[in-house]
């Protein structure tokens, strides 16, 4: 079974650009969720779809935003860009149920903005 | 809400000697417990998890954690490491009634010297 996949590994913006982050979840995995880490805040969690609909979303500003396709692909946006959003970007894919509460994590997407 | 200490940010050993890396928890609900390995320029890869049932839980490659729910701890401990074993370790909660929400700590990390 292939893994969580994301797209691209690196990204370079600039400051004020926007990017769009992808994230194939393991196949017949439902539940999609986005984390931002970076070395002065850690793992945080910016919000989980499911069934193409946001379940739960995390304290980030309105900035970024996602959204999940009906194959459970899920694309995180970042608009106007700023040099803080700098960081590694993690996609976890699990069942979605809450009986299994396992996530397996993507590689990720180093994103710098310039 | 829950959040999740752990304890040693740095924890540096020398090979073959016994490890202990602490974590601690705290949730006002049921939860699941997770490790993930963190290795330079990778994503996270779960090293184990505490689901229900045994509260000792291991790992294939030597370690192991038990889930302590009145002292509200979930510590990972490998009685030898290896070189191999440096990496950063991250401990992580989530609601058993919303898994695909994680809640992570600052992480540790393990430097295996020779």
């Given amino acids: 079974k292939a893994g969580v996949t994301q797209t691209p590994r690196y990204l370079i913006k600039t400051r004020g650009q926007q990017v769009t982050l992808s994230c194939s979840p393991i196949s017949g995995h439902r539940s999609v969720s986005w984390y931002q880490q970076t070395p002065g805040q850690g793992l945080q969690f910016l919000f989980e779809y499911f069934s193409e609909t946001q379940r739960n979303k995390g304290n980030f500003p309105g900035r970024f935003s996602g959204r999940q396709f009906s194959n459970s692909r899920s694309e995180m946006n970042v608009s106007t860009l700023e040099l803080g959003d700098s960081a590694l970007y993690l996609c976890a894919s699990s069942l979605g149920t809450s009986e299994l509460g396992e996530q397996f994590f993507g590689p990720g997407t180093r994103l710098t903005v310039l | ?114």
């Avoid at chain 2, 490890?19 to 390995?37: A, G, K, P, Q, T």
């Fill in chain 2, 1 to 114: 809400a829950q959040s999740v200490t752990q304890l040693d940010s740095q924890v540096p050993v020398f090979e073959e000697a016994p490890v202990e890396l602490r974590c601690n928890y705290s949730s006002s609900v049921s939860v699941y417990l997770f490790w993930y390995v963190q290795y330079p320029n990778q994503g996270l890869q779960l090293l184990l998890k505490y689901l229900s049932g045994s509260t000792l839980v291991e790992s294939i490659n030597g370690f192991e954690a038990e889930f302590n729910k009145s002292q509200t701890s979930f510590h990972l401990r490998k009685p030898s490491v290896h070189i191999s074993d440096t990496a950063e370790y991250f401990c992580a909660v989530s609601q058993r009634t919303n898994a695909g929400k994680s809640t992570f700590g600052d992480g540790t990390t393990l430097t295996v010297k020779p």
